[in-house]
T-cell receptor, first 111, second 115 residues
Framework: AQSVTQLGSHVSVSEGALVLLRCNYSSSVPPYLFWYVQYPNQGLQLLLKYTSAATLVKGINGFEAEFKKSETSFHLTKPSAHMSDAAEYFC?????????FGTGTRLQVFP | DAGVTQSPTHLIKTRGQQVTLRCSPKSGHDTVSWYQQALGQGPQFIFQYYEEEERQRGNFPDRFSGHQFPNYSSELNVNALLLGDSALYLCASSPGATGRQETQYFGPGTRLLVL
């Protein structure tokens, strides 16, 4: 069965600092992996997705994620945080059939 | 191009009542999935509709039912509401026939409060 674990329910960084949000997956088949962002009182917006074409995936708003099969990880990074990045971030496994979500990581950005 | 739309945005019901939520998929998408997001949790898959049939179902009781119309729009119905049904209900659409790697695009959600 597929599952996704997000380490750290809350992450706080200063504006301009590196953002690192952790995600580990468990899957018996090659996974499709996604990162979504949710701003307060809104739905989910796709940041990026991995579909086995390339291990380093670039997304919107300067975010990227690297698929590491040996570590079963798909961590999300951004070199320099901006105040507007404050939101809830969800890692998900699956595809167009159904998505399995992690519990989410709330990112706070301090000036 | 309109994205996924949902109505209503907010809803308040009392225990035991029934509720219907509506979703219109993104243009060109024929598959609709529904998710429940409880406060502080990640979304949980309820079910998916394709070609007006329920194609997959998550671990939700039969009180949760759905429908897909010929224009691909969808409804989620919940009967005999419980306090625990209070959540944000998200609809997502995708081009279902083209493969698992396709992305699901989400609507803004309907926030349901059961008193």
């Amino acid at each position: 069965a597929q599952s996704v674990t997000q380490l750290g329910s809350h992450v706080s960084v200063s504006e301009g600092a590196l953002v690192l949000l952790r995600c580990n997956y468990s899957s018996s088949v090659p996974p499709y992996l996604f990162w979504y962002v949710q701003y307060p009182n809104q739905g989910l917006q796709l940041l990026l997705k991995y579909t086995s074409a390339a291990t380093l995936v670039k997304g919107i708003n300067g975010f990227e994620a690297e698929f590491k099969k040996s570590e079963t990880s798909f961590h999300l990074t951004k070199p320099s945080a901006h105040m507007s990045d404050a939101a809830e971030y969800f890692c998900a496994s699956g595809g167009s059939d159904k998505l399995i979500f992690g519990t989410g990581t709330r990112l706070q950005v301090f000036p | 191009d309109a994205g996924v739309t949902q109505s209503p945005t907010h809803l308040i019901k009392t225990r035991g009542q029934q509720v219907t939520l509506r979703c219109s998929p993104k243009s060109g998408h024929d598959t609709v999935s529904w998710y429940q997001q409880a406060l502080g949790q990640g979304p949980q898959f309820i079910f998916q509709y394709y070609e007006e049939e329920e194609r997959q179902r998550g671990n939700f009781p039969d009180r949760f039912s759905g429908h897909q119309f010929p224009n691909y729009s969808s409804e989620l119905n919940v009967n005999a509401l419980l306090l625990g049904d209070s959540a944000l209900y998200l609809c997502a659409s995708s081009p279902g026939a083209t493969g698992r790697q396709e992305t699901q695009y989400f609507g803004p959600g309907t926030r349901l409060l059961v008193l």
